[in-house]
């Protein structure tokens, strides 16, 4: 079940080209199984051995929580290494996310509560695959334009924005003046919707001469 269960999350992970693929995946949910059938083993020997020797009952100890704690803490270094910060944006929070909930279905399994596996599992698999289709949300994200000759570059962004359907929720002006020529900056709020991405309208932008740089910005 572990092995199944890792491996259909991974599978959707694979196939929106995460970090963490199907392996990883399997990997995870088979350790965490596996650590959790121990701490079974390791409570059913303390019993069986309370059992035999009465008189050692209160010696005897054995924490069903111990391992787990350990793991449930520790794929956090995993997932950690599938996060990405990379120009001012962050990816892999949500693979980070899958590899911790299947590393809990895992213990569940190896914990033989097999339901709350299972049902976990549907969840995770809902939310992954069909959840972004079904719930649609458009941030407002930050796009930093620096160029020359104000009037005839704002025109040409502006209507790049209104051809393309980017609806600005507001803006930042400044200027300064670099090498006897003045350069206008100006920071965008906008919301783009699924249409576009990033990668397309820096392109689209860049194609005018008059624009010096244009980048997005987490501010």
């Known amino acids: ?41 390791i409570a059913a020997d303390a019993l069986e051995l309370a059992r035999q ?21 520790g794929i956090g270094f995993l997932g950690a290494g599938t996060i990405i910060v990379e120009h001012h944006s962050i990816r892999g929070l949500t693979t980070a996310a899958s590899l911790w909930v299947v590393a809990c279905i895992g213990l569940a ?7 709350i596996a299972i049902a976990g599992f549907l969840v995770v698999y809902i939310v992954l695959g069909f959840l972004k289709k079904i719930i649609r949300i458009s941030p407002v994200r930050k796009l930093k334009i620096e160029y020359v000759h104000k009037v005839d570059t704002k025109k040409f962004i ?7 359907d980017i609806t600005v929720e507001g803006v ?11 350069v206008y900056t100006n920071v965008y709020s906008i919301d783009f919707g699924k249409s576009l991405d990033y990668v397309d309208i820096v392109e689209g932008l860049s194609m005018n001469d ?9 501010v």
């Open 53 to 73: 020797y009465p008189q050692f009952k209160g010696v005897v100890r054995a924490d069903n929580a111990r391992l787990i704690a350990q793991v449930v803490s």
């Open 1 to 41: 079940m572990a092995v199944v269960f890792g491996g259909v999350i991974g599978i959707d992970r694979a196939h929106k080209h995460r970090p963490a693929g199907i392996r990883t995946n399997i990997l995870v949910g088979l350790g965490a199984c596996i650590i959790a059938m121990i701490q079974q083993n």
């Open 109 to 115: 399994i190896g914990m033989g509560d097999y339901v």
């Open 158 to 164: 502006d209507d790049y924005f209104q051809t393309n």
């Open 172 to 182: 930042r002006f400044s200027v300064i003046k670099r090498d006897d020529q003045k």
């Open 210 to 218: 008059n624009i010096i740089k244009v980048e997005t910005i987490n």
